[in-house]
């Protein structure tokens, strides 16, 4: 009953010897299930790491001969096979309170979206085929009808997201030219989107005008020279300039560009379709009123407040958008057909505004009422309790949720959901982090916030459907299962 100790000698030899071999192993009944499961090639291949891994701690010293049984090995196995079939995307609770999280993948979409990308995924479909005419179409052709029946442009084309529409916009319309923007507008969004380095990525000169705090008409008008291309306005998404402050809006900034012949391109971020203040949510320019207030391109995602899949929309003149469609980036950032079918199916859910609230699901979550949320907190918070333990007090409280991913940044909506603080009142940042892990850990891995000594759970993006699975999943861990 010794252990193996040391790294040479007879004893380690002869106990080496008694290594099984492998294709006995593996003909075990203990390991049928494991090769019927998995495949004799995986079975194969991880026994044999698994008994390397054996070897050389038997050599160390680490393990002993004694360990090595049939059952033990299947057990191993079957564990080491089970964690690398687990997808490595994982779905997440996300109650971090920011509900277009672009850690977390952003919009939610909702099942007529999920329909049409199944029927695209499965079936040939006349994605690049015109069906009136048997002759070859353009996959722009399938969407914009829609997108300019929602926007009022009068030309639309789709990219993989709205860094790559503005890249390609200014790419076909500004290249070895200048762009004129306002020095308040110059924003870097997460993840390396900065105007000023897409500007010289598309070959384009930037030129600033104005203060950060303060930019006016003369300032645009003194800086319109014979290498003007653009007049660019961009959606400061993720800041706000409060203050002192001066802004040229659009409609002051169209007639100015018109009387040199230039257009205002708007790269709009967040992009909404419709008026948000009739869900009692903070107002922000729609696309269409950009359009009427004079931009000749407006650009947006199609993942934040519009609610759809990941995807840059360019809307605007027939005559820009034909260049920009021209343009060979246009080939290379273009969108697959499964986010053409998700993005077709999300915006016509728009055509019945009446339901869209209901229907679209990130609208859905920003209009949650608080009274929902902290209905579920009161539901969930003996669960979390007996989770957290007793070192930890679990109380539901009012907090506020924000809409995320650059749009109105400065608002945020009252909500509801579960602090947990250490109950003797401490703040100590290690027990946080260590309850953070536990749940981060769950099977469904729950994802919140740490925040003055405390962790947050906003209960807005918790919706009932997934509620009993929340509460069963603590209440497993609880039991030690
Ligand atoms: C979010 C945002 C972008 C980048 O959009 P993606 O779809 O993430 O590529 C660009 N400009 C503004 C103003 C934004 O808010």
Known sequence: MSDIKGSDGGELRALMARVPSVERVLASAEFAPVVEQYGRTQ????????LDTWRTDAQTGRASIEALSNTMLAHAVNFALAKRAQSSVRSVFNLTGTVL??????????????????????????????????ARGDRDDLINPLICELTGAE????????????????????????????????????????????MSRAGAKLR??????????????????????????????????????????????????????????????????????????????TV?????????????????????PQAGLIVGSKELIAKIKKHPLKRALRVGKLTLAALEAVLRLYRTPETLADRLTTLRLLTRPADAMRLAAERIQPALQTLAGAAFSVTSEPMFSQIGSGALPVDVLPSYGLVIRLASGKRAGGQMNRIEKMLRELDRPVIGR???????????????????????????RSEGA
């Open 101 to 134: 999280h672009t850690n977390l993948g952003r919009a939610l979409l909702p099942d007529e979206a999920v329909h049409a990308v199944a029927h695209m995924l499965t079936r040939p479909a006349n994605l690049e085929f015109d069906l009136r005419t048997g």
């Open 288 to 308: 269409r009123e950009t359009i009427d207030a004079g931009a000749q391109l407006v650009t947006f995602s199609g993942d934040k407040l519009l609610g759809g």
């Open 450 to 476: 740490i925040a003055d000594g405390a962790l947050w759970l906003d209960l807005r993006c918790l919706e009932e459907s997934d509620e009993e699975m929340f509460i069963a999943q603590m209440k497993a």
């Open 208 to 285: 600033e005008v104005g203060t950060t705090n303060r930019t006016h008409l003369k300032d645009y008008e003194e800086s319109i020279n014979a290498k003007t291309a653009l007049l660019m306005k961009v959606h400061c998404s993720n800041y706000a300039v409060t203050g002192f402050t001066k802004e040229v809006t659009i409609n002051e900034l169209a007639p100015l560009a018109k009387s040199h012949d230039l257009p205002v391109a708007v790269d709009l971020g967040s992009g909404t379709l419709v008026d948000l203040a009739q869900w009692g949510l903070p107002r922000e320019a």
């Open 155 to 198: 030309a639309a084309t789709v990219v993989n997201n709205n860094a790559a529409a503005v890249l390609l916009t200014l790419s076909a319309l500004a290249s070895r030219k200048e762009v004129i923007v306002s020095r308040g507008e110059l924003v870097e969004i997460g993840g390396a989107f900065r105007i000023p380095d897409i």
């Open 43 to 50: 079975a194969l291949a991880t026994l044999r790491t698994t």
